[in-house]
Each structure stands twice: as structure tokens, then as C-alpha cells.
T-cell receptor, first 118, second 108 residues
Framework: EVQLVESGGGLVQPGGSLRLSCVAS????????MHWARQAPGKGLVWVSR????????DYADSVKGRFTISRDNTKNTLYLQVNSLRAEDTALYYC???????????WGQGTLATVSS | EVVLTQSPGTLSLSPGERATLSCRAS???????LAWYQQKPGQAPRLLIS???TRATGIPDRFSGSGSGTDFTLTISRLEPEDFAVYYC?????????FGGGTKVEIK
């Protein structure tokens, strides 16, 4: 069974940082591109970032470019998102999502909530 | 950036009725890489349709997707009680990946 379990969210002040993690199981992690998407409370889905299978390619939404960094450790089956210089508008449930090449985002974790507030 | 516009924002229907949801793209979606997701309150999105018209594994055949280029449709032939939810379209053919704003299907 495919499982994606996120962690690392919490309450942080504006300008602060968090490191989000996602542990994958039930599939060959190193064969899949991985993504982060987010959803602000009561709002729609927004794509944040993606990384290819070996970590050599990364891509970001303009709204987070220069502040967020995606990475992965295929030896630990773990995806990361380092989020810096946080703003109130970054408050959201952050989802870890799997993607096979040229396929849709097919499995989503349950998300980890990051709240940015003073 | 491919902007996806979903309509209507809310669809009020009764169980057994047919639901037709629209997703319009600001430019042609590359290779018809268009997906539909269902999201219920407190749950993660679930993939329903990929490549505009291919049902994902385990998705009932009352769900169907159609369209190409810039106009796409998700049809639920006969609404079951568990189908009342929010539906999102998403394109994965070009970066940035983008989602539509969602259509809420509610019980009338």
C-alpha cells in the first residue's frame, strides 16, 4: 500500500522557518518524481514545487521561489521542503504528492499544517 | 502559466441526477495532460481521471472525463451520496502545474 506521511508543520512567526518531511513507503520511491502542494484553510489547491527522481532537477511556483527548497534522500525514502522567510499567506496544509513521469499526481499524503502568525 | 477556470462554482443536485463540471484552460493543455480530483472535507484529494479521459484505478464508471485542447468536462452520470464533494481539474503538461478553483457539488 502506498503511504506518504508528512510531518514538520507547526506554528511559526513571520520570517521564520520550518523543515517539512514526507516519508514514503509501499513503492519504489527513487522511481517517482515528488511534489509539494498546499491548501490554505477553506481555499483551493496550489502546486508548490517538484523534484525529479535523483534530485538533479527542481522547480518552484513563483510565489515561493527563493524562499523554499525541495530535496530528497532516496536512501531514506524521504522528501523534504525547507521553507524560509515565511509569510502569513504561506499558512496552509502542505501535501506530499507522488508522480510517475508524464502521469498525474496520483497519491497524496494527509498533509502537515504550517501556520504563520505572530 | 496555464490558468484553469472551473464552472460552475457550486452545483446543487439531488442523488441520481447527472452532474456536468467544466474546466476551461487559458491555452491548450499539452498532450491533454489534464486530471480531475475529488476532495471531501478533512481528506486529501483523490485522483479520478488522468489524460483528460482515463479513469484511475478503482474509480466507478459513473465518472467520465472528456475534452481536449482548452475545454474539458467531468461527468458524473448518476450521483451517489458519496459523490457530494469538491472537484478540481489540474494540468500537468507544463510548468507551473496549475489547478482550477474547484466546483463544489452539494446536495439540493
Amino acid at each position: 500500500e502506498v503511504q506518504l506521511v508528512e510531518s514538520g508543520g507547526g506554528l511559526v512567526q513571520p520570517g521564520g522557518s520550518l523543515r517539512l518531511s514526507c516519508v514514503a513507503s509501499g513503492f519504489t520511491f527513487s522511481s517517482y518524481w515528488m511534489h509539494w502542494a498546499r491548501q490554505a484553510p477553506g481555499k483551493g489547491l496550489v502546486w508548490v514545487s517538484r523534484i525529479n527522481t535523483d534530485g538533479s532537477f527542481t522547480d518552484y511556483a513563483d510565489s515561493v521561489k527563493g524562499r523554499f527548497t525541495i530535496s530528497r534522500d532516496n536512501t531514506k525514502n524521504t522528501l523534504y521542503l525547507q521553507v524560509n522567510s515565511l509569510r502569513a499567506e504561506d499558512t496552509a496544509l502542505y501535501y506530499c504528492v507522488r508522480q510517475a513521469p508524464h502521469k498525474p499526481l496520483d497519491y497524496w499524503g494527509q498533509g502537515t499544517l504550517a501556520t504563520v502568525s505572530s | 502559466e496555464v490558468v484553469l477556470t472551473q464552472s460552475p462554482g457550486t452545483l446543487s443536485l439531488s442523488p441520481g441526477e447527472r452532474a456536468t463540471l467544466s474546466c476551461r484552460a487559458s491555452q491548450s493543455v499539452s498532450v491533454n495532460f489534464l486530471a480531475w480530483y475529488q476532495q471531501k472535507p478533512g481528506q486529501a484529494p483523490r485522483l479520478l481521471i488522468s489524460d483528460a479521459s482515463t479513469r484511475a484505478t478503482g474509480i466507478p464508471d459513473r465518472f467520465s472525463g472528456s475534452g481536449s485542447g482548452t475545454d474539458f468536462t467531468l461527468t458524473i452520470s448518476r450521483l451517489e451520496p458519496e459523490d457530494f464533494a469538491v472537484y478540481y481539474c489540474q494540468q500537468y503538461g507544463s510548468s507551473p502545474l496549475t489547478f482550477g478553483g474547484g466546483t463544489k457539488v452539494e446536495i439540493k
